[in-house]
Antibody, heavy 120, light 107 residues
Framework: QVQLQESGPGLVKPSQTLSLTCSVS??????????WSWIRQHPEKGLEYIGY???????YYNPSLKSLVSISRDTPKNQFSLKLNSVTAADTAIYFC????????????WGQGTLVTVSS | EIVMTQAPATMSVSPGERATLSCRAS??????LAWYQQKPGQAPRLLIY???TRATGIPARFSGSGSETEFTLTVSSLQSEDFAVYYC?????????FGRGTKVEIK
């Protein structure tokens, strides 16, 4: 059974960098044609797709965030990470990591989510 | 990007009744439309994909229909565990986009 678990600071100061890690068990992030993704949910709002790192290392970022975001991976640890630069209060959200299924990218496995608050 | 619009934002339904939720895409997404259910404190769970195919383990009381720009999720007889927020999501184009959700609450 595939499990994903987010970790990282719950509080980040404005203008700093938000850094989160997703630890994956039950599947390898380097096989299976999966899209290892980050999605966030603003308070009382909907879901926003941030981007993915593909099993082969290719990345995609939502154009609305492209200049500020990067997704990388640590293959020996079977983890992938999110960095979001120059955060503001608008980046306060629950951040989920999720696995996108091959071909469709349907999100069939999610982490529990982690709340990140941007505040001084 | 494709904008997904859901209606209504909230609906009050009695247990055992039918709930019909709508989702509209700003342009055609063919049948590349999924529905997710989210309960408080949990991650979304995939219910329906390809507009009408139930995901593994999803009860038959959940059904989806539609194509192109208009989609519907129907819960035929609401059970207590079905009161939640439901999101539609298109996977026709990048970036993947979600609707703002419909909250189904107990009447």
């Amino acid at each position: 059974q595939v499990q994903l678990q987010e970790s990282g600071p719950g509080l980040v100061k404005p203008s700093q960098t938000l850094s989160l890690t997703c630890s994956v068990s039950g599947a390898s992030i380097t096989s299976g044609s999966y899209y290892w993704s980050w999605i966030r949910q603003h308070p009382e709002k909907g879901l926003e797709y941030i981007g993915y790192i593909y099993y082969n290392g290719n990345t995609y970022y939502n154009p609305s965030l492209k200049s500020l975001v990067s997704i990388s991976r640590d293959t020996p640890k079977n983890q992938f990470s999110l960095k979001l630069n120059s955060v503001t209060a608008a980046d306060t959200a629950i951040y989920f990591c999720a696995r996108g299924a091959a071909a469709t990218t349907l999100f069939d496995n999610w982490g529990q989510g982690t709340l990140v608050t941007v505040s001084s | 990007e494709i904008v997904m619009t859901q209606a209504p934002a909230t609906m009050s339904v009695s247990p055992g009744e039918r709930a019909t939720l709508s989702c509209r895409a700003s342009q055609s997404v063919s049948s590349k439309l999924a529905w997710y259910q989210q309960k408080p404190g949990q991650a979304p769970r995939l219910l329906i994909y390809a507009a009408s195919t139930r995901a593994t383990g999803i009860p038959a009381r959940f059904s989806g229909s539609g194509s192109e720009t208009e989609f519907t999720l129907t819960v035929s007889s609401l059970q207590s565990e079905d009161f939640a927020v439901y999101y539609c999501q298109q996977y026709f184009n990048w970036p993947r986009t979600f609707g703002r959700g419909t909250k189904v609450e107990i009447k």
